[in-house]
């Protein structure tokens, strides 16, 4: 951990050496939605972080003693950071708004994500609420630390982009890809669909089914997916994404397919995942061969990752997390820990 810390500071040598002892008031924005009522819970016992407002429009009950707020009513100046699991086009607002009191945020919508404003309309199909923030620090801590440190905002990526690029990381940065098309299938949980009440994910359409959605280039996570990987390498192929909703409450399989270029052997892609994940302690790799599996990942804060098969230049990488925590507040979490300079782990191990 000491040579992370060490990471962050690469591109920050006027920054003040972090304090490992400081507390920070945080504000939670959307605190009863699945990943926010996670994110209160982690927060709650992260030795470093006070709670001091958190916030609902659809709850007026309280919190362990927390009274929960409308948006409209937070008190933004108290806090040093806030953490905004909020509808996108909302988050935007609320992340220019504290920004420009000098706020920190780790922001767990899609507000932030894509670089330009241009692609977020297209995506999104709406202006984007604070262009000017764009392009924010993307919050993939394993492959993106030293930008993360002393940030004033980070982006912090969902589940399903998460997955796929913990699996296809080491290949990208090793420049392994073909111009090939790269398949990702995923199986989700239904807490992914969020808290709001709809038809599709009512238990009795859920149970016993098994349903894809947005497959092939339709979901909008591609467009952020394609965005990181060309920034890895340049010559990677389109991504082709089928996601899929199974009758499990929370955890995410990724199974990916990619072709990679002559002299990628078994042996060598295994060697390059080691490299990229031996000193990560928040994703485990596991032996060439295995494969990551959903129970694995679980109510666990860590995201698990294999090598599971090679078939000519076809290799298959399975990887697994759970959606409402690496896939979202334990991640957040963590890029908390790496923006304010503490140890990454710091209240998630």
């Known amino acids: ?27 939670v924005y959307g605190a009863t939605g699945y990943s926010g ?22 709850s007026k009950e309280s919190i362990d003693g927390l009274e929960l707020v409308p948006v409209a009513e937070a008190p933004l100046a108290s806090a040093d950071v806030v953490f905004l699991a909020l509808p996108h086009g909302v988050a935007g607002q609320v992340a220019a708004q504290a920004v420009e009191q000098g706020v920190h945020v780790i922001d767990l919508s899609a507000d932030l994500r894509l670089d330009t404003p241009e692609l977020y309309k297209q995506v999104y199909k709406h202006d984007h609420p604070a262009p000017h923030l764009l392009p ?8 993106n630390r030293h930008k ?25 940065k090793n420049g392994a890809l073909t111009a090939d098309p790269i398949i990702a299938d995923t199986k989700t949980g239904i ?28 979901h909008r996570h591609v467009p952020e997916i394609e965005q990181e990987l060309h920034k890895l390498q340049t010559d990677v192929g389109q991504l082709i994404f089928v996601p899929h909703i199974v009758p499990v409450d929370v955890g995410l399989l990724a199974t990916v397919y990619a072709h990679v270029k002559p002299g990628w052997d078994k042996q060598r892609i295994q060697q390059a995942f080691e490299a990229a994940y031996a ?37 298959i990488i399975t990887s697994a997390l759970d959606n409402l925590r690496k896939g979202a507040a334990s991640q957040a979490l963590q890029n908390f820990n790496a923006m304010m300079g503490l140890p990454e782990t710091t209240g998630l191990l």
């Open 1 to 27: 951990m000491t040579d992370q810390l060490a990471e962050l500071r690469t591109d920050t040598a006027i920054a003040p050496l972090p304090d490992a002892n400081k507390v920070y008031n945080v504000g």
């Open 37 to 58: 009522q996670v994110l209160m819970s982690l927060l709650k016992k992260h030795p470093n972080t006070r709670i001091v407002f958190a916030t609902s429009e659809s």
């Open 136 to 143: 924010a620090p993307f919050g993939l801590p394993e492959f």
């Open 148 to 172: 993360l440190y002393n940030a004033q905002y980070i982006a912090n990526p969902g589940c399903h982009v998460t997955t796929v690029l913990l699996a296809l990381y080491p290949l990208a």
């Open 191 to 218: 807490s992914g669909a969020g808290k709001a009440l709809k038809l599709e994910s009512m238990f009795a359409e859920v149970y016993g089914d098994v349903r894809p959605y947005n497959a092939g280039r339709q």
């Open 279 to 315: 000193d990560e302690p928040l994703v485990t790799l596991l032996p060439q061969g295995k494969a990551a599996q959903m129970k694995q990942a679980v109510h666990k804060n860590n995201a698990i990752v294999a090598v599971t098969e090679m078939v000519g230049n076809t290799v």
